[in-house]
C-alpha cells in the first residue's frame, strides 16, 4: 500500500521576492523591503519581501503525485531565475535578444494567472454558468482537430477537470489559463519605456495590469492591452493595434 503525504508548508508569493527587489531596498539590518501604500490610505508602510503577498500553499494542487502538488510553483521559481538576467540585458543593450524577450513574456503571463484579481474572476466563472464553456475556451487547443474540440466533453482531461470542486480546480485550471494565454502573448509586439530621470515606475501587487478585451472563444483578445513596470527604469507595453477603417 502506497502511502501519500501532503508537502510541508510552504509560503508561495503572488509577487515573486526578485521581483520585488528590483522596487525594494535594504534595511539597516540587511533585511529586503518595501515601501508599500494602501489604496485609500494617506501614508505608506514598510513590508518585508520575504512575507509581503505571501501564503501558505497557495498554488498548490490536489494530487497524489507529489511531483503535480507542487508543479505550479515549481513553475513560478524556474521563471523567477531568469528574471534578472533579462533585466541585466535589457539595462545593457536598450533591447531584448529574441530569446530573452520570449522568456520575458513568460513570467508577464504567469503574474497575471497568480494574480488575487484573476483568481477571483476565474473562481466566479467556475462558480456560473458559464463554467463549462470558459474551461472549452482555454483548454481546446490540446484537442488534435475541429472533431475533436466538438466532443471534448467527452475526453478525460476535460471531465476531470469539470468535475473538480471549485477551490479544488482553480490552480489546474490556472496552468491551463496561462497556456492559452501564452498563445496570445507570444503574438504580441511589445514596447519598452524608459522612465524619465527622477520620475522611476512603481509597481503594485498586482504588477500587470491588464486592459482586457474578450472575444469568441477567446478570454484575452488580440486588441487586449497591458502595462508591466520590469524595474524602475522599465516598463513593458503592449498597445493596441490601431485598425484603419
Not at 33 to 45: E, H, N
Not at 120 to 148: A, M, P, V, W, Y
Amino acid at each position: 500500500m502506497a502511502i501519500v503525504t501532503r508537502p510541508f508548508n510552504q509560503d508561495q508569493h503572488k509577487v515573486p521576492q526578485v521581483y520585488l527587489k528590483k522596487f525594494g531596498y535594504q534595511d539597516k539590518n540587511k533585511q529586503w523591503k518595501v515601501s508599500v501604500i494602501k489604496r485609500g490610505d494617506r501614508f505608506s508602510g514598510q513590508k518585508s519581501i520575504g512575507s509581503f503577498t505571501a501564503q501558505t500553499n497557495i498554488f498548490d494542487i490536489e494530487s497524489d503525485n507529489e511531483r503535480i502538488q507542487r508543479m505550479f510553483e515549481r513553475l513560478n521559481g524556474e521563471l523567477e531565475n531568469e528574471y534578472n538576467n533579462i533585466i541585466d540585458e535589457l539595462e545593457q543593450q536598450g533591447a531584448l535578444s529574441e530569446k530573452s524577450f520570449s522568456i520575458l513574456l513568460q513570467p508577464t503571463g504567469n503574474l497575471i494567472v497568480r494574480s488575487d484579481d484573476w483568481r477571483g474572476q476565474i473562481k466566479f466563472l467556475l462558480e456560473s454558468d458559464r463554467k463549462e464553456n470558459f474551461l472549452k475556451i482555454i483548454t481546446g487547443h490540446h484537442c488534435k482537430n475541429e472533431e475533436e474540440f466538438i466532443r471534448i466533453h467527452e475526453l478525460e482531461f476535460y471531465r476531470h477537470l469539470v468535475g473538480l470542486p471549485v477551490q479544488e480546480a482553480i490552480n489546474p485550471i490556472l496552468l491551463y489559463f496561462l497556456d492559452h494565454l501564452m498563445l496570445r502573448l507570444f503574438q504580441y509586439e511589445i514596447i519598452f519605456l524608459k522612465a524619465v530621470e527622477g520620475k522611476p515606475w512603481m509597481t503594485t501587487s498586482n504588477p500587470v495590469v491588464v486592459k482586457n478585451r474578450t472575444a469568441e472563444r477567446e478570454i484575452f483578445a488580440k486588441e487586449s492591452e497591458f502595462y508591466f513596470p520590469l524595474s524602475p527604469e522599465y516598463l513593458a507595453w503592449r498597445k493596441r493595434p490601431i485598425f484603419l477603417h
